[in-house]
Nanobody
Framework: QMQLVESGGGLVQAGGSLRLSCAASGLPFSSYAMAWFRQAPGKEREFIAFINSASVTYYRGSVKGRFAISRDNAKSTVYLQMNSLEPEDAAVYYC????????????????WGQGTHVTASS
């Protein structure tokens, strides 16, 4: 069983930056693809980015060039650097894990964190 704990959310002005972290434990982190999703009130959970076990990355179009996903296998942690934040980026951000290959489909992930709130004020 893998445990995931997100941190780093908060309130930021539009145009600002935040870095989210997700610390994993319980399973061999380096073998897992890690992803970030977000869910705004009244909306479905949506894919943001993944990084697979070979560190290949893939992004949602609307965040490409603004967000960057990375991983530190020595620390069993995945990060999401978010720049040029917009009010539309406000949501609860979740990290998720599945073995080896990433996917943009939430149901294909086995493990989820509890989420961290991000608010971007205009």
């Amino acid at each position: 069983q893998m445990q995931l704990v997100e941190s780093g959310g908060g309130l930021v002005q539009a145009g600002g930056s935040l870095r989210l972290s997700c610390a994993a434990s319980g399973l061999p982190f380096s073998s897992y693809a890690m992803a970030w999703f977000r869910q705004a009130p009244g909306k479905e959970r949506e894919f943001i980015a993944f990084i697979n076990s070979a560190s290949v990355t893939y992004y949602r179009g609307s965040v490409k060039g603004r967000f960057a996903i990375s991983r530190d296998n020595a620390k069993s942690t995945v990060y999401l650097q978010m720049n040029s934040l917009e009010p539309e980026d406000a949501a609860v951000y979740y990290c998720a894990a599945r073995l080896r290959l990433g996917t943009a489909t939430p149901n294909e992930y086995n493990y989820w964190g509890q989420g961290t709130h991000v608010t971007a004020s205009s």
